[in-house]
Protein backbone atom coordinates (compact mmCIF):
# COMPACT_ATOMS: atom_id res chain seq x y z
CA UNK A 1 0.00 0.00 0.00
CA UNK A 2 1.13 3.72 -0.70
CA UNK A 3 0.31 5.29 2.76
CA UNK A 4 0.33 9.51 3.27
CA UNK A 5 0.79 9.43 6.86
CA UNK A 6 0.17 13.26 7.82
CA UNK A 7 1.47 14.32 11.82
CA UNK A 8 1.60 17.62 13.77
CA UNK A 9 5.13 17.10 14.71
CA UNK A 10 8.65 14.70 13.54
CA UNK A 11 7.92 11.79 15.56
CA UNK A 12 12.43 11.85 16.94
CA UNK A 13 13.49 12.32 19.27
CA UNK A 14 11.75 9.91 21.69
CA UNK A 15 10.51 12.44 24.18
CA UNK A 16 6.85 12.11 24.62
CA UNK A 17 4.13 9.11 24.09
CA UNK A 18 2.82 10.83 20.92
CA UNK A 19 6.02 10.54 19.37
CA UNK A 20 6.78 7.22 20.61
CA UNK A 21 3.62 5.51 18.96
CA UNK A 22 4.16 7.76 15.24
CA UNK A 23 7.44 6.38 15.46
CA UNK A 24 6.55 2.92 16.55
CA UNK A 25 3.78 2.62 14.51
CA UNK A 26 5.72 4.17 10.96
CA UNK A 27 8.88 1.75 11.71
CA UNK A 28 6.40 -1.23 11.49
CA UNK A 29 4.41 -0.32 8.41
CA UNK A 30 6.86 0.63 6.53
CA UNK A 31 8.08 -2.91 6.95
CA UNK A 32 5.95 -4.27 3.69
CA UNK A 33 4.37 -0.63 2.87
CA UNK A 34 5.70 2.51 0.98
CA UNK A 35 4.65 5.27 3.62
CA UNK A 36 5.37 8.97 3.27
CA UNK A 37 5.20 11.01 6.34
CA UNK A 38 3.98 14.83 5.95
CA UNK A 39 5.25 16.48 9.46
CA UNK A 40 5.32 20.58 11.05
CA UNK A 41 8.97 21.66 12.11
CA UNK A 42 8.22 21.96 16.05
CA UNK A 43 11.67 22.10 17.36
CA UNK A 44 15.25 23.38 16.51
CA UNK A 45 16.37 19.72 16.06
CA UNK A 46 13.98 18.22 13.57
CA UNK A 47 15.77 18.59 10.69
CA UNK A 48 18.43 16.65 12.29
CA UNK A 49 16.31 13.95 13.21
CA UNK A 50 14.44 13.46 9.87
CA UNK A 51 17.38 10.52 9.15
CA UNK A 52 15.80 8.63 12.15
CA UNK A 53 12.95 8.41 10.12
CA UNK A 54 14.40 8.04 6.50
CA UNK A 55 16.12 5.23 8.56
CA UNK A 56 12.58 3.29 8.35
CA UNK A 57 12.52 3.00 4.82
CA UNK A 58 9.90 6.35 4.93
CA UNK A 59 10.21 9.10 2.85
CA UNK A 60 9.83 12.64 4.80
CA UNK A 61 8.62 15.96 4.01
CA UNK A 62 9.01 18.33 6.93
CA UNK A 63 7.59 21.76 6.77
CA UNK A 64 8.73 24.82 7.84
CA UNK A 65 7.39 26.89 10.44
CA UNK A 66 8.51 30.17 11.77
CA UNK A 67 8.18 29.67 15.73
CA UNK A 68 9.17 26.32 16.74
CA UNK A 69 7.25 24.77 18.86
CA UNK A 70 3.71 26.85 17.16
CA UNK A 71 2.99 29.08 19.32
CA UNK A 72 -0.46 30.55 20.63
CA UNK A 73 -0.83 34.42 19.74
CA UNK A 74 -3.58 37.30 19.98
CA UNK A 75 -3.87 36.22 16.12
CA UNK A 76 -4.09 32.19 17.03
CA UNK A 77 -6.88 33.07 20.15
CA UNK A 78 -8.75 35.23 17.20
CA UNK A 79 -8.74 32.83 14.63
CA UNK A 80 -9.64 29.84 16.60
CA UNK A 81 -13.24 31.90 17.74
CA UNK A 82 -13.70 32.88 14.18
CA UNK A 83 -13.10 29.13 12.84
CA UNK A 84 -14.38 27.65 15.63
CA UNK A 85 -11.62 25.47 16.74
CA UNK A 86 -9.53 25.04 19.58
CA UNK A 87 -6.89 27.05 20.77
CA UNK A 88 -4.29 24.15 20.45
CA UNK A 89 -5.42 23.41 17.08
CA UNK A 90 -5.26 26.37 15.50
CA UNK A 91 -2.11 26.89 16.01
CA UNK A 92 -1.01 24.12 14.57
CA UNK A 93 -3.02 25.83 11.59
CA UNK A 94 -0.19 26.49 9.46
CA UNK A 95 -0.74 27.47 6.02
CA UNK A 96 2.51 26.27 4.48
CA UNK A 97 1.53 22.81 5.62
CA UNK A 98 -1.84 22.87 4.20
CA UNK A 99 -0.10 23.62 0.73
CA UNK A 100 2.27 20.92 0.96
CA UNK A 101 -0.66 18.31 1.94
CA UNK A 102 -2.50 19.79 -1.51
CA UNK A 103 1.04 19.55 -3.47
CA UNK A 104 1.22 15.71 -2.12
CA UNK A 105 -2.50 14.55 -3.19
CA UNK A 106 -2.03 16.83 -6.77
CA UNK A 107 1.05 14.98 -8.07
CA UNK A 108 1.83 11.42 -5.79
CA UNK A 109 -0.54 8.44 -5.89
CA UNK A 110 -1.74 7.24 -2.48
CA UNK A 111 -4.22 4.45 -1.56
CA UNK A 112 -5.24 5.86 2.14
CA UNK A 113 -4.06 8.59 4.25
CA UNK A 114 -3.73 8.54 7.91
CA UNK A 115 -4.56 11.55 10.12
CA UNK A 116 -2.58 11.70 13.28
CA UNK A 117 -4.82 13.61 15.98
CA UNK A 118 -6.83 16.63 15.40
CA UNK A 119 -4.23 18.81 14.71
CA UNK A 120 -3.97 17.24 11.42
CA UNK A 121 -7.73 16.30 10.69
CA UNK A 122 -8.36 20.26 10.66
CA UNK A 123 -6.84 20.05 6.99
CA UNK A 124 -9.19 16.90 5.78
CA UNK A 125 -10.29 17.53 2.37
CA UNK A 126 -12.82 15.54 0.62
CA UNK A 127 -11.44 13.00 -1.93
CA UNK A 128 -11.48 9.97 -3.24
CA UNK A 129 -9.12 8.55 -0.77
CA UNK A 130 -9.97 6.57 2.05
CA UNK A 131 -8.80 8.24 5.00
CA UNK A 132 -8.34 7.22 8.99
CA UNK A 133 -8.12 9.45 11.89
CA UNK A 134 -6.44 8.64 14.51
CA UNK A 135 -7.07 10.26 18.13
CA UNK A 136 -4.43 9.85 20.93
CA UNK A 137 -6.98 11.43 23.73
CA UNK A 138 -10.00 12.43 23.81
CA UNK A 139 -9.28 15.83 24.29
CA UNK A 140 -12.63 17.04 25.26
CA UNK A 141 -12.09 14.55 28.24
CA UNK A 142 -8.57 16.36 29.29
CA UNK A 143 -10.18 19.96 29.23
CA UNK A 144 -13.12 18.73 31.21
CA UNK A 145 -10.73 17.07 33.77
CA UNK A 146 -8.63 20.75 34.14
CA UNK A 147 -11.73 22.63 34.17
CA UNK A 148 -13.26 20.65 37.21
CA UNK A 149 -9.75 20.26 39.14
CA UNK A 150 -8.89 24.08 39.21
CA UNK A 151 -10.19 26.51 41.35
CA UNK A 152 -9.05 29.75 40.06
CA UNK A 153 -12.38 31.07 38.52
CA UNK A 154 -10.60 32.47 35.51
CA UNK A 155 -8.90 29.28 34.49
CA UNK A 156 -11.93 27.40 35.15
CA UNK A 157 -13.74 29.70 32.37
CA UNK A 158 -10.67 29.11 30.03
CA UNK A 159 -10.61 25.13 30.49
CA UNK A 160 -14.19 25.34 29.83
CA UNK A 161 -14.44 26.78 26.78
CA UNK A 162 -11.83 24.63 25.32
CA UNK A 163 -13.47 21.45 26.61
CA UNK A 164 -16.69 22.93 24.89
CA UNK A 165 -14.56 23.41 21.39
CA UNK A 166 -13.34 20.45 21.51
CA UNK A 167 -16.53 18.73 22.36
CA UNK A 168 -17.76 20.72 19.06
CA UNK A 169 -14.67 19.91 17.00
CA UNK A 170 -15.01 16.20 17.88
CA UNK A 171 -18.41 15.87 16.68
CA UNK A 172 -17.99 17.94 13.42
CA UNK A 173 -14.80 15.46 12.35
CA UNK A 174 -14.64 12.55 13.34
CA UNK A 175 -18.10 11.38 10.86
CA UNK A 176 -15.73 12.85 8.13
CA UNK A 177 -13.43 9.71 7.98
CA UNK A 178 -13.90 6.40 7.40
CA UNK A 179 -12.40 5.06 9.98
CA UNK A 180 -11.57 6.71 13.90
CA UNK A 181 -9.07 4.84 16.03
CA UNK A 182 -8.58 5.77 19.68
CA UNK A 183 -6.48 3.97 22.38
CA UNK A 184 -8.87 2.49 24.78
CA UNK A 185 -11.94 1.77 24.86
CA UNK A 186 -13.26 3.92 27.47
CA UNK A 187 -12.05 6.42 24.62
CA UNK A 188 -14.11 4.81 22.31
CA UNK A 189 -17.20 4.77 23.79
CA UNK A 190 -16.85 9.08 23.80
CA UNK A 191 -16.33 8.30 19.85
CA UNK A 192 -19.52 6.40 19.41
CA UNK A 193 -21.04 9.44 20.04
CA UNK A 194 -20.33 11.04 16.69
CA UNK A 195 -19.50 7.43 14.61
CA UNK A 196 -21.34 4.27 14.06
CA UNK A 197 -19.57 1.81 16.84
CA UNK A 198 -18.00 -0.01 13.11
CA UNK A 199 -16.17 2.94 12.74
CA UNK A 200 -14.45 3.32 15.50
CA UNK A 201 -11.42 1.03 16.24
CA UNK A 202 -9.08 1.02 19.09
CA UNK A 203 -5.45 0.75 18.33
CA UNK A 204 -3.75 0.45 22.16
CA UNK A 205 -0.45 2.11 22.18
CA UNK A 206 1.98 -0.39 22.68
CA UNK A 207 6.12 -1.02 23.74
CA UNK A 208 8.95 -2.29 21.97
CA UNK A 209 9.34 -4.99 24.07
CA UNK A 210 13.00 -6.16 22.50
CA UNK A 211 13.82 -2.93 23.29
CA UNK A 212 12.51 -2.55 26.95
CA UNK A 213 13.57 -5.80 28.54
CA UNK A 214 14.19 -6.10 32.45
CA UNK A 215 17.48 -5.11 33.82
CA UNK A 216 18.56 -4.98 37.46
CA UNK A 217 21.93 -4.82 37.93
CA UNK A 218 22.04 -0.52 37.82
CA UNK A 219 18.87 -0.29 40.39
CA UNK A 220 18.95 2.21 43.16
CA UNK A 221 17.44 1.50 46.62
CA UNK A 222 14.18 3.44 47.39
CA UNK A 223 14.54 5.14 43.73
CA UNK A 224 11.35 6.89 42.42
CA UNK A 225 10.39 8.08 38.98
CA UNK A 226 8.36 9.75 36.91
CA UNK A 227 8.90 10.51 32.77
CA UNK A 228 6.90 12.61 30.76
CA UNK A 229 6.88 15.35 28.72
CA UNK A 230 7.00 18.22 31.02
CA UNK A 231 4.95 21.55 29.22
CA UNK A 232 2.28 18.94 29.39
CA UNK A 233 -0.29 20.82 32.62
CA UNK A 234 -1.60 16.86 33.47
CA UNK A 235 2.28 16.02 34.00
CA UNK A 236 3.39 18.98 35.74
CA UNK A 237 0.21 18.57 37.81
CA UNK A 238 1.08 14.91 38.48
CA UNK A 239 4.38 15.48 39.77
CA UNK A 240 3.26 18.58 42.08
CA UNK A 241 0.79 17.23 43.54
CA UNK A 242 3.12 13.76 44.43
CA UNK A 243 6.00 15.74 45.40
CA UNK A 244 3.40 18.33 47.83
CA UNK A 245 1.51 15.57 48.73
CA UNK A 246 2.69 12.13 48.43
CA UNK A 247 6.63 12.18 48.93
CA UNK A 248 6.30 13.79 52.21
CA UNK A 249 4.37 10.67 54.00
CA UNK A 250 7.04 8.01 52.12
CA UNK A 251 9.73 9.98 53.68
CA UNK A 252 8.38 8.83 57.29
CA UNK A 253 8.81 5.53 56.60
CA UNK A 254 11.67 5.54 54.18
CA UNK A 255 13.93 8.35 54.67
CA UNK A 256 16.17 7.79 52.05
CA UNK A 257 14.10 7.91 49.44
CA UNK A 258 14.53 9.95 46.50
CA UNK A 259 11.97 10.99 43.35
CA UNK A 260 13.66 11.85 40.13
CA UNK A 261 11.27 13.99 37.77
CA UNK A 262 12.34 12.88 33.82
CA UNK A 263 11.15 15.27 31.08
CA UNK A 264 12.17 18.14 28.37
CA UNK A 265 10.83 21.78 29.29
CA UNK A 266 10.54 21.47 32.84
CA UNK A 267 8.24 24.70 34.04
CA UNK A 268 9.52 26.95 36.61
CA UNK A 269 6.95 25.28 39.27
CA UNK A 270 8.63 22.23 38.34
CA UNK A 271 12.15 23.65 38.69
CA UNK A 272 11.57 24.95 41.96
CA UNK A 273 10.79 21.33 43.32
CA UNK A 274 14.12 20.38 43.14
CA UNK A 275 15.15 22.41 45.71
CA UNK A 276 14.37 19.57 48.00
CA UNK A 277 17.40 17.54 48.38
CA UNK A 278 14.81 13.62 47.63
CA UNK A 279 13.94 15.90 44.04
CA UNK A 280 15.42 15.37 41.28
CA UNK A 281 14.60 17.06 37.52
CA UNK A 282 16.68 16.33 34.64
CA UNK A 283 15.53 18.59 32.04
CA UNK A 284 15.24 16.28 28.26
CA UNK A 285 17.25 13.55 28.07
CA UNK A 286 19.08 11.62 24.93
CA UNK A 287 17.80 7.93 26.30
CA UNK A 288 14.88 7.31 28.59
CA UNK A 289 15.93 3.45 29.32
CA UNK A 290 18.89 3.95 31.32
CA UNK A 291 16.41 6.17 33.74
CA UNK A 292 14.25 3.18 34.14
CA UNK A 293 16.85 0.78 34.96
CA UNK A 294 17.74 2.77 38.11
CA UNK A 295 14.15 3.49 39.51
CA UNK A 296 13.22 1.07 42.12
CA UNK A 297 9.51 1.96 41.58
CA UNK A 298 8.03 3.84 38.59
CA UNK A 299 4.96 6.07 39.99
CA UNK A 300 2.03 7.71 37.95
CA UNK A 301 0.32 10.00 40.00
CA UNK A 302 -1.40 11.31 37.49
CA UNK A 303 -5.13 13.14 38.05
CA UNK A 304 -5.84 14.79 34.48
CA UNK A 305 -5.51 13.02 31.82
CA UNK A 306 -6.85 10.83 28.74
CA UNK A 307 -5.84 7.99 26.56
CA UNK A 308 -3.29 5.23 27.86
CA UNK A 309 0.44 5.97 29.35
CA UNK A 310 3.15 4.64 27.03
CA UNK A 311 5.67 5.15 29.92
CA UNK A 312 3.92 2.72 31.76
CA UNK A 313 4.04 -0.08 29.18
CA UNK A 314 8.01 0.45 29.15
CA UNK A 315 8.05 0.61 32.86
CA UNK A 316 6.36 -2.96 32.74
CA UNK A 317 8.52 -4.06 29.70
CA UNK A 318 11.31 -3.13 31.99
CA UNK A 319 9.89 -5.23 34.87
CA UNK A 320 9.31 -2.44 37.45
CA UNK A 321 6.40 -2.00 39.65
CA UNK A 322 4.25 0.69 38.96
CA UNK A 323 1.76 2.49 41.65
CA UNK A 324 -0.39 4.86 39.43
CA UNK A 325 -3.52 6.58 40.00
CA UNK A 326 -7.01 5.08 38.25
CA UNK A 327 -6.45 8.01 35.85
CA UNK A 328 -2.80 7.46 35.23
CA UNK A 329 -3.26 3.33 34.11
CA UNK A 330 -7.07 4.42 32.44
CA UNK A 331 -7.74 2.24 29.40
CA UNK A 332 -5.03 -0.66 29.66
CA UNK A 333 -6.33 -4.03 30.48
CA UNK A 334 -3.84 -4.41 33.35
CA UNK A 335 -5.03 -6.29 37.18
CA UNK A 336 -4.69 -4.27 40.35
CA UNK A 337 -2.30 -6.03 42.43
CA UNK A 338 -0.61 -8.37 40.09
CA UNK A 339 0.66 -6.23 37.17
CA UNK A 340 0.42 -3.00 38.91
CA UNK A 341 -0.85 -1.21 41.88
CA UNK A 342 -3.67 1.46 42.16
CA UNK A 343 -3.69 3.82 44.46
CA UNK A 344 -5.56 7.53 44.33
CA UNK A 345 -5.98 9.46 47.69
CA UNK A 346 -2.17 10.36 48.74
CA UNK A 347 -2.05 8.34 51.90
CA UNK A 348 -2.94 5.06 49.97
CA UNK A 349 -0.53 6.13 47.09
CA UNK A 350 2.29 6.55 49.65
CA UNK A 351 1.59 2.83 51.72
CA UNK A 352 1.78 1.46 48.19
CA UNK A 353 4.89 2.72 47.68
CA UNK A 354 6.20 2.09 50.67
CA UNK A 355 4.93 -1.51 50.88
CA UNK A 356 6.87 -2.00 47.40
CA UNK A 357 10.03 -0.67 49.05
CA UNK A 358 10.14 -2.40 52.02
CA UNK A 359 9.07 -5.98 50.36
CA UNK A 360 11.47 -6.80 47.36
CA UNK A 361 9.74 -10.17 46.91
CA UNK A 362 6.57 -8.50 46.15
CA UNK A 363 8.13 -5.72 44.09
CA UNK A 364 9.73 -8.08 41.42
CA UNK A 365 6.57 -10.15 41.20
CA UNK A 366 4.23 -7.33 40.29
CA UNK A 367 7.36 -6.65 37.87
CA UNK A 368 7.25 -10.14 36.18
CA UNK A 369 3.49 -10.17 36.10
CA UNK A 370 3.29 -6.73 34.17
CA UNK A 371 6.57 -7.87 31.84
CA UNK A 372 4.68 -11.05 31.02
CA UNK A 373 1.52 -8.54 30.10
CA UNK A 374 3.06 -6.16 27.74
CA UNK A 375 4.75 -8.83 25.94
CA UNK A 376 1.15 -11.12 25.21
CA UNK A 377 -0.74 -8.00 24.54
CA UNK A 378 1.26 -4.42 23.87
CA UNK A 379 3.92 -5.36 21.32
CA UNK A 380 4.28 -2.59 18.84
CA UNK A 381 4.48 -5.44 16.10
CA UNK A 382 0.94 -6.60 16.95
CA UNK A 383 -0.76 -3.48 17.01
CA UNK A 384 0.99 -2.15 14.09
CA UNK A 385 -0.74 -5.80 12.35
CA UNK A 386 -4.10 -4.65 13.24
CA UNK A 387 -3.50 -1.05 12.01
CA UNK A 388 -2.56 -2.09 8.54
CA UNK A 389 -5.53 -4.34 8.42
CA UNK A 390 -7.66 -1.39 8.73
CA UNK A 391 -5.84 0.32 5.56
CA UNK A 392 -6.65 -2.74 4.31
CA UNK A 393 -10.40 -2.47 5.15
CA UNK A 394 -11.08 0.76 4.15
CA UNK A 395 -9.29 0.69 0.67
CA UNK A 396 -11.14 -2.24 -0.02
CA UNK A 397 -14.58 -0.86 1.01
CA UNK A 398 -13.94 2.49 -1.00
Known sequence: MKILFLSPTLPYPLTDGGRIRVFNLLKQIAIENDVTLLALETQDSDKDSITNIQDLDVKVHLVEN????????????????????PI??????????????????????????????????????ETDLPSVLSLQNVDSAIWGRLQQETINPFYKLAYWTQFRAFKQYEATLCPLFNVVTCTSDIDAAEFHQYCSDNRVVVIPNGVDVTHFSPETTSQAL?????????????????????????????????PDVRFTIVGGNPSERI???????????????????????????????????SGTRLKILEALAMGKAVVSTTVGAEGLSLQNREEIIIADEPVNFAEEVVRLLTIPSLRNEIGKNGRKKVEQEYDWRNIAEKLIGIYESVISDN
Open 222 to 254: AHLIYIGSMDWFPNEDAVTFFSKEVLPIIQKSV
Open 88 to 125: TVTRYDISAYKQKFKELLNTQSYDVVHYEMLHTAQFHV
Open 271 to 305: LQLAKEEAIEVTGRVPEIKPYFAKATIFVVPLRIG
Open 66 to 85: DTSPPTISINTIISSLINKK
